[in-house]
C-alpha cells in the first residue's frame, strides 16, 4: 500500500480521489500515480501537473519518476506560502 | 527550533540568543504578523478584511526542512546560534506567525543570516496558509517577490 498526502490547495480537489494505491507488483512512480488520479479527476490532475507542484516521497523532494515501494508515503506539495 | 500552535515570547527568545555564548556581540530578531487586511488575489486595490489564517505544515517533513535552512545559515556566516519558531494552526489578525532570531559576534552577519533564513522559510518551508476574509477561503498564492529575494542568495 503507498500513501498519497495532499497539501495546501491541492486538498480542495481530493473529495472522490484514492487517497492510496495497492503495488500489487508493478513499478510505480509518482508520475505513473499522478496519471492514475488524474483518470479519478481531471482537476486534480490539472493541479498536480503545475510545474510548481513538487512531489516527496517518504517526506524526500524526490523526481516525478522516482520509483516508489510498498509502504511508502507520496506527499504532494503546492508553492509553500509560510512565513 | 520549533513548530507549535501556541504563541511566543519574543523576550524569552531574545534572552535565550543572548545567553547563548560569550562571544554574543549581535543579536538580530524578526518577528512576521498576521496582518489585518487581506488583498485580493491577483488585485491590489481591493483589501478585505481578514478573520482567521489557518497554517498547515507537513510533520517531519517540514521541521527537517528547518533544520537544513538552519544548517546552511551556519555554513554561511560565523554564527553564535539561531532561534527559528514557526507557529501552525488558526491564527487572528495581529497574531505572531513566525520569528527568526540570530546571535553573531558583529552585526552584519546577524543581518544577513536573519534575512537569508526568512527568504529560505518562505520559499522551501513546507506550510501553507489558507486564508478566510469576509466569510469566503482561499489558499495563499506564492509570491513571485518571495522566490526572487530567495533567489538572490544563490550561486
Known amino acids: ?83 | 527550533m520549533s513548530i507549535q500552535e501556541d504563541d511566543f515570547d519574543i523576550g524569552v527568545e531574545h534572552l535565550r540568543l543572548k545567553s547563548a555564548g560569550n562571544g554574543v556581540g549581535a543579536i538580530v530578531t524578526f518577528t512576521g504578523l498576521v496582518r489585518e487586511f487581506e488583498s485580493e488575489p491577483k488585485s491590489t486595490d481591493f483589501q478585505r478584511n481578514l478573520s482567521t489564517l489557518t497554517l498547515e505544515y507537513y510533520p517531519e517533513m517540514t521541521e527537517k526542512l528547518l533544520s537544513e535552512i538552519i544548517q546552511q545559515s551556519f555554513d554561511r556566516w560565523p554564527l553564535v546560534a539561531v532561534s527559528v519558531v514557526h507557529r501552525v494552526g488558526s491564527l487572528k489578525p495581529n497574531d505572531q506567525i513566525v520569528f527568526v532570531g540570530v546571535a553573531s559576534e558583529h552585526r552584519i552577519e546577524a543581518f544577513q543570516a536573519a534575512q537569508f533564513l526568512m527568504d529560505y522559510l518562505k520559499t522551501r518551508a513546507t506550510f501553507w496558509k489558507k486564508i478566510e476574509a469576509d466569510g469566503q477561503s482561499h489558499w495563499a498564492e506564492a509570491k513571485v517577490s518571495d522566490n526572487v529575494a530567495a533567489a538572490k542568495w544563490e550561486g
Open chain 1, 1 to 83: 500500500m503507498i500513501n498519497l498526502l495532499f497539501f495546501g490547495r491541492l486538498s480542495e480537489f481530493t473529495k472522490d480521489v484514492s487517497q492510496s494505491y495497492e503495488c500489487a507488483g508493478e513499478s510505480m512512480t509518482p508520475l505513473i500515480i499522478r496519471e492514475k488520479l488524474t483518470l479519478e479527476s481531471k482537476a486534480l490532475g490539472q493541479e498536480l501537473s503545475e510545474p510548481q507542484v513538487l512531489v516527496a516521497v517518504n517526506k524526500m523532494i524526490v523526481k516525478w519518476d522516482h520509483i516508489v515501494r510498498d509502504g511508502d508515503e507520496i506527499a504532494f506539495l503546492p508553492p509553500v506560502t509560510g512565513g
